[in-house]
């Protein structure tokens, strides 16, 4: 328990919460940009294209992989459980819309939601595992 590092893991959330939140927002300015939107309609038909789904799981993969590695370095120690851990708030937000709908159902893309976020973390943290070995060993 000792490699735990709260404020590595609050400072790694943020930047998962904020990074992936700046880049949905600048895929939205591009899609607005290149599809030519003229009213929220055409926003809302985009926004379930696969495309669009796509390209919103890759900025929030890099968001969350980029805040593993934030969380581990913050850290200093235990790098894979920090970053990991940093994922903790998209996962809370992401069981919050589950319980919300669920009415609906638990799809493959939820269950890809739950589990891809701490893989992502901890691949971040790896990251940084990996670059402090290479200085050390």
């Not at 990991?84 to 937000?93: E, G, P, R, W, Y």
């Amino acid at each position: 328990m000792s490699s735990i590092s709260i404020k590595g893991i609050l400072i790694g959330a943020a930047v998962d919460f904020a990074g992936g939140t700046f880049l949905g927002i600048l895929l939205l300015i591009a899609i607005v940009a290149s599809q030519g939107v003229e009213a929220i309609d055409d926003l809302e038909r985009i926004a379930e294209t696969e495309t669009y789904w796509a390209a919103g799981l890759v900025l929030a993969g890099i968001a969350s992989i980029i805040a593993g590695y934030v969380a581990a370095r913050v850290a200093g120690r235990g790098e894979l459980i920090n970053g990991t851990l940093s994922s903790f708030l998209s996962v809370a937000i992401v069981l919050c819309f589950l319980i919300a709908s669920w009415s609906e159902g638990l799809g493959a893309s939820d269950l890809f939601d739950l589990v891809s976020a701490p893989v992502l973390g901890l691949f971040g943290g790896f990251l940084r595992s990996w670059q402090t070995r290479g200085r050390h060993g």
